[in-house]
């Protein structure tokens, strides 16, 4: 798929789906949200790599960091932008798969985000993207990633809910595989049921709908 085609696919998706589930709060998110605030403190400087609807640079700037959103898609950038009330310190139309991206933001970020970033590529531009993240991170920052999960129930239905948008899901294998060589720190499974209560800590790395790693 051309760089021009998955951008097109990305902007009719948002307008598609500017009030929809994908913009609001659900179980997956806080259990996000649940993972991340131990690696979160005022006034660090955050990436959120692949902003989508802004719902998590908002988040990051409600505990007052100082936030960059990158996005491909300028209408994901345009979403974010209202829902932050432009409050962020930068909003990027990036290209992660642009290898000088690192050099220019070398060691800017406390933490660098993503959900749902990484499936969207193939495993070359997995690695470029995570070399990039890797140069613009300080020296103790930390990237922390959040992948749909192949085995996950998710992965039935969602291309009946998200047509155009085409993704190659991990394994916890590959998304250790992907980080093999940083200081890792945690590693796991989230929301196996979409409820308030969900057995994660049982089934939540080999079932749960998202896989996460966060690693320096």
Known sequence: MSP???EENWNRFWKLNTASRF??????KIRIL?????YLRPGMAVLDAGSGSG???EYFL?????VSSLDYSQDALEMTRKRTRGGCEAYLAENLLDETFGTRFAGKFDLIFTDGLFEHFPLSGQKIILDNFCRSKKPQGVIATFVPNLYSWW?????LVMPGIHEKPFTRRALLDLHRGLNLLECGGLNVLPFALSPERLLGRHLGMILYCIAK
Request: glycine share 0%.
């Open 34 to 38: 649940q993972r991340l605030e131990n």
């Open 155 to 159: 992965e039935v239905v969602r291309p």
């Open 62 to 66: 409600s505990k007052h960091c100082a």
């Open 55 to 57: 719902f998590f640079s």
């Open 23 to 28: 913009t609001q709060k659900s179980w997956s």
């Open 4 to 6: 021009q085609t998955r």
